[in-house]
Nanobody, 127 residues
Framework: QVQLVESGGGLVQAGGSLRLSCAASGRTFSRYVMGWFRQTPGKEREFVAAISWSGGRTAYVDSVKGRFTISRDNAKNTVYLQMNSLKPEDAALYYC????????????????????WGQGTQVTVSS
């Protein structure tokens, strides 16, 4: 497992941008598929985006396609989530997640698929 620490959350006006970062410990980060999830009070945690360990494959929930971009820098053991054109409904606690993957093009989507989780970073969007 890896240890994950998210940062970059904050308060932004609707239409604004934020970039979340997730720093991972461990020497095998480059063999981990990474994901971002979000959760609001009273609701289930939902998938937002994921990226294969090669970086060559990404996936997004429909509601963020065209606005959010997930990327990674394996040399820095960090995964990013660039969030543009933010909407009030994007406000949530955002979690970074990781899991080992055998192939560079593999990707995961489910909460149960990820074995390591960060503590979350809060994103607030004012209307």
């Amino acid at each position: 497992q890896v240890q994950l620490v998210e940062s970059g959350g904050g308060l932004v006006q609707a239409g604004g941008s934020l970039r979340l970062s997730c720093a991972a410990s461990g020497r095998t980060f480059s063999r981990y598929v990474m994901g971002w999830f979000r959760q609001t009070p009273g609701k289930e945690r939902e998938f937002v985006a994921a990226i294969s360990w090669s970086g060559g494959r990404t996936a997004y929930v429909d509601s963020v396609k065209g606005r959010f971009t997930i990327s990674r820098d394996n040399a820095k053991n960090t995964v990013y989530l660039q969030m543009n054109s933010l909407k009030p409904e994007d406000a949530a606690l955002y979690y970074c997640a990781a899991d080992r993957m055998a192939t560079g093009w593999g990707i995961k989507f489910g909460i149960a698929d990820f074995s390591s989780w960060g503590q979350g970073t809060q994103v607030t969007v004012s209307s």
